[in-house]
């Protein structure tokens, strides 16, 4: 089981960043995928959720609007595209998986993480 994340850096303030997550997991389809950042100081915040079929999804208010997560099935990659950037996104992006059949409401939900890609937001 391998999350692969990618995609972060530096960016100024009102710049966007595209985050990438390649998973080798088998039965995908039945996982829920969740972008989930860390930054000091602060708890932990999923901050969008998708099920791998694409029929639901789920933004923290902080985000709503700016962000979107998105599933490309033939390449097993989740994606999330940050837009409007502001240094409060400054954080460590952790993609994450549930196990099969959980919405991904909850940590306790997501036995699978990648490595974590750090986003900075200068202003």
């Known amino acids: 089981v391998q999350l692969q994340a990618s995609g972060g850096g530096l960016v100024q303030a009102g710049g966007s960043l595209r985050l990438s997550c390649t998973a080798s997991?088998?039965?995908?389809?039945?996982?829920?995928m969740g972008w989930i950042r860390q930054a000091p100081g602060k708890e932990r915040e999923i901050v969008a959720r998708?099920?791998?079929?694409?029929?639901?999804?789920y933004y923290a208010d902080s985000v709503k609007g700016r962000f979107t997560i998105s599933i490309d099935n033939a390449k097993n990659t989740v994606y999330l595209q940050m837009n409007n950037l502001n240094p409060e996104d400054t954080a460590v992006y952790y993609c994450?998986?549930?196990?099969?059949?959980?919405?991904?409401?909850?940590?306790?939900?997501?036995?699978?993480w990648g490595q974590g890609t750090l986003v900075t937001v200068s202003s």
């Open positions: 994450a998986a549930t196990a099969n059949g959980y919405s991904g409401s909850f940590f306790r939900e997501y036995p699978y």
């Open positions: 997991l088998r039965s995908l389809s039945d996982r829920t």
């Open positions: 998708m099920n791998w079929s694409a029929s639901r999804t």
